[in-house]
């Protein structure tokens, strides 16, 4: 009667969709002065294969005593057997994860949220617009389609941060810059280093050099600061591309990751279930979720 105790309380415990899985942090560096970079797999090698995700769907790790906190998916589930993910120390459990080290452990549970909608993207042409931070989510997809470039159109990829220094994976964009497959183009705000070969201006100034857009054949992709989306929405509108065709991914407040406890409900959406991929026309009038002053009026 004992073991049969001992075998239900370990599929309680397989069942409930709030138990971590534990794993190994196999690399860790800096990406700038706040963000690190990390890659992780399951402790149990056996199920490192069998973690699969979509690009745009997040995770929620925690540290024992410290904490749980959500964060998305930078790795491309085409590469499969390791996560890899970005971490900015904004507060108590990322200044702890900042300080983990190589060979330690974490808990990790989901994947959570919707991801992109790749079957419905296949064959199109896609332009990805990221900003900051938002270059996190972006690069899982920016990756997928590389990976997977003959099942797509016209690549482009346009990244906006605020200096040289704050340009997160910036050496592996560069690099990237050399594909003929892909129109990668860079800028930043502000040069601060003299050094700064590529465009200098606000992100949304590399819409002038895209050239050509097919818009009813695009799929425009943006995530990056708040203010951002005021400013990007309206040049992707401009080019033609249906505003169910323009997706962004967002987080807003998320706690428990499966829709329980309500901290991401905005109206009839939940950002952790609904989302955090989401159509401009989704939220267009959804002011909270991408900041007021939105709108879709074409520019000049």
């Known amino acids: 009667m004992k073991k049969m105790c001992v075998v239900l309380e370990d599929r309680e415990v397989r069942d409930n969709p709030f138990t971590p899985e534990i794993f190994r942090i196999?690399?860790?560096?800096?990406?700038?002065?706040?963000v690190n970079f990390y890659q992780a797999?399951?402790?149990?090698?056996?199920?490192?294969?069998?973690?699969?995700?979509?690009?745009?769907?997040?995770?929620?790790?925690?540290?024992?005593?410290?904490?749980?906190?959500?964060?998305?998916?930078?790795?491309?589930?085409?590469r499969p057997g390791m996560v890899e993910l970005c971490i900015r120390n904004v507060g108590t459990l990322t200044s702890s994860l900042h300080g983990?080290?190589?060979?330690e452990t974490v808990g990790i549970r989901g994947p959570y949220g919707n991801g992109f909608p790749i079957d419905k993207m296949l064959g199109k042409d896609i332009l990805i617009v990221a900003g900051g931070l938002g270059a996190a989510p972006l690069r899982s997809l920016l990756l997928y389609v590389l990976d997977n470039r003959d099942q797509f159109g016209k690549l482009t990829y346009l990244h906006g941060a605020r200096l040289p220094g704050e340009m997160l994976f910036r050496e592996e964009f560069v690099q990237l810059?050399?594909?003929?497959?892909?129109?990668?183009l860079l800028a930043v705000d502000k040069d601060d280093t003299g050094k700064w070969?590529?465009?200098?201006?606000?992100?949304t100034e590399l819409f002038k050099d895209l050239g050509p857009v097919d818009g009813k054949n695009t799929f425009g992709i943006v995530c990056g600061p708040p203010?951002?989306?005021?400013?990007?929405?309206p040049h992707m509108v401009k080019l033609g591309i249906p505003k169910h065709q323009i997706l962004m991914t967002l987080e807003r407040r998320m706690k428990c990751g499966v829709g329980k406890c309500g901290h991401c409900a905005i109206e009839y959406l939940y950002t952790c279930i609904d989302g955090p991929v989401f159509s401009y026309w989704d939220v267009l009038h959804m002011k909270e979720i991408i900041g007021r002053g939105v709108s879709d009026k074409t520019v000049a």
Not at 100 to 103: L, P, Q, R, T, V
Not at 177 to 184: I, Q, S, T
């Open 26 to 34: 196999v690399r860790r560096y800096p990406l700038t002065n706040d």
């Open 41 to 78: 797999r399951p402790v149990d090698v056996e199920e490192a294969l069998k973690f699969d995700y979509k690009p745009g769907q997040f995770i929620m790790m925690s540290l024992m005593g410290e904490g749980e906190a959500p964060f998305c998916l930078s790795s491309t589930p085409s």
């Open 100 to 103: 983990i080290k190589e060979n």
């Open 177 to 184: 810059k050399d594909r003929e497959d892909l129109n990668c």
């Open 197 to 203: 070969p590529y465009k200098v201006g606000v992100v």
């Open 227 to 233: 203010a951002m989306y005021r400013f990007v929405m």
